[in-house]
């Protein structure tokens, strides 16, 4: 690898052990094997190069979600069965990435005084609820509509919540079968309450 990806993996192997706000350029050089002035040299500074990062090691998680996916979609042909055993997969994928996951929530709290770090997150808000919608639905892709937004809009909603109960309180967030029950009762109450 060259400098520039050395330090980008330094950089996500920062993010997932100490996370966003506690990681110095120092640590990130310390990491990477590679001077702090390379550091301003490929990304002009350390948080340009930490959202960098950030988006690149949500793109490796958004794989391990494909993973969950492939893995529930062999378990059924029941939707049902299939919703429920993607959330339970998650679990897997929320152990693997908790260091990225808290570090996700910890960079959101401190996007409203770090303007380019909020255009990061929202420039890829799109491209996540098209891919959660496409994954839901065990599918490689789907094309760009107002229906597949709101669906992958749902679905990131539900998974950023879960994120959070499950960093807080493992023991205590939903399972697979506590989502599809929830999803049950809040259809039935909602959709047939006209």
């Not at 959330?87 to 570090?103: N, S």
Request: proline share 3%; with cysteine.
């Amino acid at each position: 690898m060259g400098n520039r990806e050395d330090l980008m993996a330094g950089a996500k192997r920062c993010l997932y052990e100490k996370g966003y706000g506690r990681t110095t350029a120092r640590d990130i050089a310390t990491a990477s094997g590679v001077s702090l002035a390379a550091i301003g040299y490929h990304f002009g500074s350390k948080d340009a190069l930490l959202n960098a990062a950030m988006i690149e090691a949500i793109g490796d998680m958004g794989t391990a979600l494909g993973a969950v996916v492939v893995a529930a979609n062999q378990v059924s042909d029941d939707p049902e069965e299939r919703f429920a055993a993607v959330w339970d997969g998650l679990r897997d994928v929320f152990v693997e990435h908790r260091g990225l996951w808290a570090a996700q929530f910890e960079a959101l709290a401190q996007a409203a005084h770090a303007p380019e770090l909020a255009q990061a997150f929202a420039g890829a808000q799109k491209e996540g609820r098209l891919g959660l919608a496409a994954l839901f639905q065990g599918l490689p892709e789907v094309v760009e509509t107002e229906e597949e937004l709101a669906r992958g809009a749902f679905y990131q909603t539900l998974l950023a919540g879960y994120a959070a109960q499950w960093l807080a309180a493992p023991e205590l967030a939903p399972s697979g079968a506590d989502f599809l029950r929830g999803l049950r009762l809040v259809s039935g109450s909602v959709l047939n309450s006209g």
